[in-house]
């Protein structure tokens, strides 16, 4: 399954629309890049619905959220929907200011995503403030784990069949569903939290695989998220023993440069959570 | 001295609050992770407050300034001050721009900082500025050098006692000091000039030592100056012949990452500056 | 030629004022500090004549445009034409939206430039909405091949005597000219558009250089051209096998910092297109 996704990125090699934090725009644009993509990094109210329209996809990250970004997001995002763009969304940090939250579920509101990306918080949050959650029960975990993994499925599920989008939540275990089908991914290593921009660079390529997959949005962000874990696994493998979170980084964006679709098929560890 | 310091850093891992330029966050960001802390990058006024309030301290670096920062960077130190968690600041080129040199003395008056950490003409702007230097005698020296150490140790305690504020001046020498005692301190490597950030990660990991370690301000600051030159010497060593200050970049961030505690105390070159 | 020009910069240590992207902005601050200049980053109104002043180049590069940008662009374009400091303008993405097709070309009405480099897309767009084109034939290829090279640099020629400018176009085949002479330059390797930003470090990088060789700017600017496309060439076969992207970049700013006169003299792949 997971091959023809990236073959399909390599193939297709889309044309990738960010608006993003300043933070990491360096790393997602070289993992862009890396993975056969393009990015152009546009946020400004007056020109995202032209650039958005040469696009074949758009990565929305509110790292860094400002005044200006809420109308750009907006506009560029009812452009994708209108063209019938894939459109990834990156919560960064839903929870941590009530101005981002209620961002972000504005942002909920208003453009239709094809695929949420988030940790175990900030999609608790997104669920949380939509409404979704129906008593504790159904709410997420902090942490995603083998005990707790179908519960949690379920409750994915549920917020992907609300929202129409594939949900991709990333920790420890990944969990990517959308209202049918729930994926469970087991790739990755722990010094991926040792670097800046592990999820955001995972919500601009997830852009890249759905952009080039359309037809398989569900497949195409669980190969995204099998392929960024194989290459934290193959980065920390490098790592010499002075090596330390800056090297992984580059080890970990240059894993994707050299990972091959048949190396993807062979590394990467998922399986269908049943309910 | 610094050994618990950085222990204590990775004991408490200590969220930190960046107010900083686009030029050097991401660098900033990783440093954080790479001492056992955590960042939080937000700068819009809309959210300062509650981004500040969950974190254990703030670092502001005023390397990019723009219009939107100076009432965003007011309402984030005010809260720290409110909420008694220490706040940083580089003053990035003050004295390059009359907007920021007035800035910067604005926040000296507004804000009440924990260490304020500069080279020496940015700390010399602020002096002069705000009307602390009598007379030529008073002034703080191009470069921080052995003959001149005393008395401009004795420069550099005296703002510190006007400020109430640590002040670090880094340099070939760097100079940390409170009203009382002055720590001179002789780690570092030429090769720090030659990368962008290497002034604005110190300030960063400095906000995240006092954080961790808030009622040894002094002691916490001095320790951070020490750690970054003793990582710049070991990044210096571990350049083959091929590299440049990309790669130093790199493997300064890679030794952050990678140092203990008593590698940091048998590294430290520091001494009391007399009288 | 080319080895006194790298030689000026390195002497001359010039400082280089940037308002550029925040995607780009740390690779290009490494980039000046590699080669022997140094940074300075600000874009905001308030402040931008005063930085421009105390520099000796200026670089413009509308990568990341928003409203802030163009009346700082302004400013500081206006007050380093009348101190004579040579401006280097990247139109990226002209081409790429309205706002910023039409932002590039007021920008070359309004400021003079010294250089102007971009790649084809960028230098036709350019081209065509200034009204130089005559016809099909005077229009610029997509991509500057070896059969097309006079015809393709007669057209650059010509935009380089109507703007006053320097004029270097980059891609497989890079031509650099001014109103009487065009360089044709054969430096560089197709990795390069592997990684995000060797467009915007080249013209940082080229800012200095003209800075440093005020009266030399059309030798100044190809000799920039060339240093960057042999650094392109040597980082690529310092790549091992698990090398990507992201470490081509650094080997790339490596390279810079580590290129001496004399290479770059025996390196350089440059000849003069005819008539």
Redesign the interface.
């Known amino acids: 399954m997971v091959k023809e996704m990236l073959a399909g990125v390599r193939t297709v090699r889309p044309l990738i629309h960010c608006i993003t934090?300043?933070?990491?725009?360096?790393?997602c644009?070289?993992i862009l890049?890396?993975c056969g993509a393009s990015?152009?990094?546009?946020?400004?109210?007056?020109?995202v619905e032209?650039?958005t329209s040469?696009c074949r996809g758009l990565s929305i990250n509110i790292?860094?959220?400002?005044?200006?970004s809420v109308p750009a997001i907006l506009k560029a995002g009812r452009r994708a929907n209108a063209l019938g763009h894939p459109v990834v969304f990156d919560p960064v940090?839903a929870g941590?200011?009530?101005?981002?939250t209620e961002t972000a579920l504005r942002l909920l509101k208003e453009v239709r995503f094809a695929v949420i990306r988030g940790n175990s918080s900030e999609i608790r949050t997104l669920i949380a403030g939509s409404g979704t959650t129906r008593g504790v029960d159904a709410d997420l975990a902090d942490q995603i784990t083998e005990e707790k993994l179908e519960e949690t499925a379920a409750v994915v599920r549920r917020f992907a069949r609300q929202t129409g989008a594939v949900v991709a939540v990333t920790g420890a275990i990944d969990l990517v569903a959308d209202a049918e089908t729930a994926y469970c991914i087991d790739n990755g290593h722990p010094m991926m939290r040792?670097?800046?921009?592990a999820g955001c660079m995972l919500s601009a390529m997830t852009a890249a695989y759905v952009a080039a997959n359309p037809v398989h949005r569900l497949e195409a962000a669980a190969a995204a998220v099998c392929a960024m874990g194989l290459c934290g696994e193959k980065a920390f493998g490098?790592l010499g023993e002075?090596?330390?979170?800056?090297?992984f980084?580059?080890?970990?964006?240059?894993?994707?440069?050299?990972l091959t679709p048949e190396e993807l098929e062979q590394g990467a560890r998922y399986r269908i959570c049943r309910p």
Chains 1, 2, 3 share one sequence.
């Open positions: 934090n300043y933070v990491t725009a360096n790393d644009a070289n890049l890396a990015p152009v990094m546009a946020d400004d109210e007056t020109e032209d650039v040469i790292g860094t959220l400002n005044s200006r940090g941590a200011s009530a101005h981002r040792s670097i800046t921009g490098r002075a090596g330390g979170n800056a090297s980084r580059n080890y970990l964006i240059d894993a994707v440069y050299r």
